[in-house]
């Protein structure tokens, strides 16, 4: 398919490829005389035609070249009859100025009805306003006319300060809106998006993939929901992007994290003499997990993944899980028992409240920092 260039920079470059086969078409096939215009020669094409034509364009695309080409003034299209059957309409080219036909070298028309391109290029008048057709047109994007004409001024005194000579300055005042239009909902959606962090929050499946598969352990992120919940609450801030700034945040405390424990990335089956290093029990501490009680349950850890025969990157990793989630149900139950009861020299506190309040440490994750 050969292509005008300077047709495609006049009606635009999908405006063109469409004409060049609407007229390749109409020379091609048997045409008829309209009452719309008797004049032209129409052909009837449908719906599935057009699509096997261009085959690269979804439906909605050929509707949309479609109607710009109409708006332009370049095709005419004209309903079918009654007793036609099918999505099909009659297409007509207008016939005052010449499209380069690339078999013959003949020339096909485009019409003269408005908007259109001029005979010939000229500069923007320094009074131009866009014609009804192309504010129409802009609307059928859901553009706002008051939108449309606010751009006018500034399209004007560019132009003419440039000085450059067009065919059609409705065309080019069309993209123009087009092209701002897009900005300001890209603008706009940016600022809708934003919001405050809510307590329901967590990562997008997306966020998630891409942190599985940069070899973090799901369960490290897993538990770092709540602290990141928490912190950016406490702070109220109003950000548009929580998903990349949670990736950002896991990536940094994982790095710290494999760092401090000289993570090896090999998996393997966990020993069975297997002991937690010595940073474990001093991040157990920190959480006020007692260290005597982390090492009871070590026996039970080790022989649960011995029989299971599954392997990981990092066993002082699951281990922590294992003994902060094992920690936090074991006060949970004390919250639950009736406070008469709760004589357990183990939970530091008598109250309620203190015990919410320790239950709330176990989740405090300040030791990646």
Not at 39 to 60: C, G, H, S, T, Y
Not at 230 to 258: C, D
Request: hydrophobic share 40%; net charge negative.
């Amino acid at each position: 398919m050969l292509i005008s260039p300077t047709l495609a920079q006049t009606i635009g470059l999908e405006e063109a490829v469409m004409l060049q086969v609407l007229a390749d078409m109409i020379s091609q096939r048997e045409s008829s005389k309209r009452p719309l215009n008797p004049r032209l020669e129409w052909i009837k094409v449908n719906d599935a035609e057009l699509q096997e034509v261009f085959p690269f364009w979804a439906p909605v695309d050929i509707k949309r070249v479609q109607a710009s080409l109409h708006a332009l003034g370049v095709i005419l299209i004209d309903g079918v009859t009654s007793e036609d059957s099918g999505n099909s309409h009659y297409f007509a080219i207008e016939d005052n100025s010449s499209v380069e036909n690339p078999v013959t070298n003949t020339s096909n028309t485009v019409p003269s009805s408005k908007p259109k391109p001029a005979g010939k290029t000229a500069l923007i008048p320094a009074n131009w306003q866009p014609d009804d057709n192309w504010l129409k047109l802009c609307k059928q994007h859901s553009i706002p006319e008051q939108f449309a004409l606010e751009l006018v001024p500034e399209f004007v005194f560019y132009w003419r300060e440039r000085g450059e000579a067009r065919f059609s300055w409705g065309n080019a005042f069309y993209k123009h809106v087009l092209k701002e239009w897009r900005n300001e909902q890209t603008r706009k959606g940016t600022y809708e998006l934003a919001s405050n962090m809510s307590a329901e929050w967590r990562p997008n499946t997306d966020a998630l993939g891409i942190l599985v598969n940069a070899g973090i352990n799901a369960s490290f992120i897993e538990d770092a929901i709540p602290e990141f919940v928490l912190y950016w609450r406490e702070r109220g801030a109003v950000h548009g992007a929580w998903n990349t700034k949670f990736i950002e945040h896991i990536r940094r405390q994982w790095a710290k994290f494999s760092a401090s424990f000289g993570h090896d990335d090999t998996p393997q089956v966990i020993p069975a003499d297997w002991q937690p290093s010595a940073e474990c029990y001093e991040i157990l501490q920190l959480a006020e997990i007692d260290e005597e009680y982390a090492r009871s349950r070590i026996p039970e850890f080790v022989l649960y993944w011995r029989d299971s025969q599954q392997v990981k990157a990092s066993w002082n990793t699951v281990f922590l899980q294992f003994i902060k989630q094992d920690w936090a149900h074991k006060l949970k139950q004390f919250e639950n028992a009736d406070i008469n009861y709760a004589d357990d020299q183990t939970i530091v506190g008598s109250s309620q409240q203190k015990i919410k309040e320790r239950f709330q440490r176990i989740a405090d994750r300040s030791w990646a920092e």
